[in-house]
């Protein structure tokens, strides 16, 4: 009698997995939507800041979607463009993390940890509005990307302090980073925050994502744009720029850059990465043989901004009494500052 009440018990759970396996798999296929939110509904002052828009009113902060793997609700089936990427049957929210980096990664950077000069892998969703669009997609794993609506991805893509793939965004007063993050259609309910295929209660096909974004220092960017009114030379001219930002008494940013003319023209150079709030000055600490500076135009107020973009002029033109003077230079760094090491050589001198 025993056996046979142990046949019957092993029979009605064979019986009740398989219900189980059928109704995840019934589940799987309903229409399931989604929607991105930039952060949490609570912080409010974050959601204003974040909130930039274009004349028309269209939200500047979008998100793109790449499809990962293919999700059942029982196993994940990773897709051919992610060979590096394995997803085991406990993986943690660490692991999960994991996971959303090597993907980002897998799309974005060169095997050396570059910015890839082209991407081969296309998102299935691209320039969704944040907190706006509400997407149907189908079941699977997604990787959601934040990022500027006008900027490429050459622009918004950087790296956090500990080396993860981040996207930046410029908010009204503050810098934002995102971490690219995963999300898996349908979802189980957060425990204890965290959100996880494995996670008790019933399969949720209406999603709701809340980022959240590191806030950091904002930083501005201004442009130097050169003209050179005649060329009368054998060889390219360059032309030598020194950027300098200073806040609260201190020098922030310390930097030199380059330009090289083989002809008459203009040319522009934008730098990055300045703090906003700082004072930056602009030199021409070197001109190209034979040539002189014939003016030069700075903005009225040198103050590094989020919102405006500063630009510095300088125009050149070749001096005919100088044809054919060399010079030999050389950048060397004191310990606190770059400092051009300058000094003549006879006619036909090759600059270094």
Request: hydrophobic share 35%.
């Amino acid at each position: 009698m025993k056996k046979k009440w142990t046949r019957a018990i092993a029979a009605i759970a064979c019986t009740i997995c398989a219900l189980v396996v059928l109704q995840l798999l019934v589940v799987a296929e309903e229409p399931s939507t989604l929607q991105v939110w930039p952060c949490a509904t609570d912080l409010t002052d974050m959601r204003t800041d974040l909130n930039g828009a274009d004349g028309q009113g269209e939200p500047l902060l979008r998100y793109d979607l790449y499809k990962i793997a293919d999700f059942d609700t029982v196993e994940f089936k990773v897709g051919d463009n992610y060979p590096g990427i394995h997803i085991p049957a406990d993986i943690d929210s660490k692991g999960w993390r994991e996971v959303a980096d090597k993907a980002a990664q897998t799309i974005f950077w060169d095997e050396n940890g570059n910015v890839k000069e082209t991407l081969s892998i296309k998102p299935d969703v691209e320039n969704a509005m944040m907190g706006f669009d509400q997407l149907k997609l189908e079941h699977g794993l997604y990787l959601i990307v934040a990022h500027h609506r006008d900027q490429s991805y050459k622009e918004y893509l950087g790296k956090s302090k500990e080396g993860k793939l981040v996207t930046r965004y410029q908010g009204h007063e503050n810098l934002y980073s995102f971490l690219p993050d995963l999300v898996a259609i349908p979802t189980k309910p957060a425990v204890d925050g965290e959100i996880n295929t494995a996670n008790p209660g019933e399969w949720m096909e209406d999603v709701v994502v809340y980022l959240k974004p590191e806030k950091e220092a904002p930083l501005g960017s201004l442009i130097i744009n050169k003209n050179l009114l005649s060329y009368s030379n054998d060889s390219p001219v360059t032309f030598g720029f020194h950027v300098v930002a200073e806040k609260d008494g201190k020098v922030v940013y310390d930097k030199i850059f380059s330009m090289d003319f083989t002809g008459a023209g203009s040319q522009s150079l934008r730098v990055d990465g300045l703090p906003v709030g700082a004072t930056v000055t602009v030199r021409e600490i070197y001109q190209g043989a034979g040539c002189k500076l014939v003016e030069e135009v700075k903005p009225s107020d040198p103050t590094v901004s989020a919102d405006t973009v500063l630009e510095f002029s300088f125009t050149n033109d070749f001096d005919n009494t100088d044809k054919g003077h060399g010079i030999l230079n050389t950048f060397v760094y004191d310990g606190e500052k770059w400092v051009l090491n300058r000094s003549d050589t006879a006619e036909g001198g090759e600059s270094q």
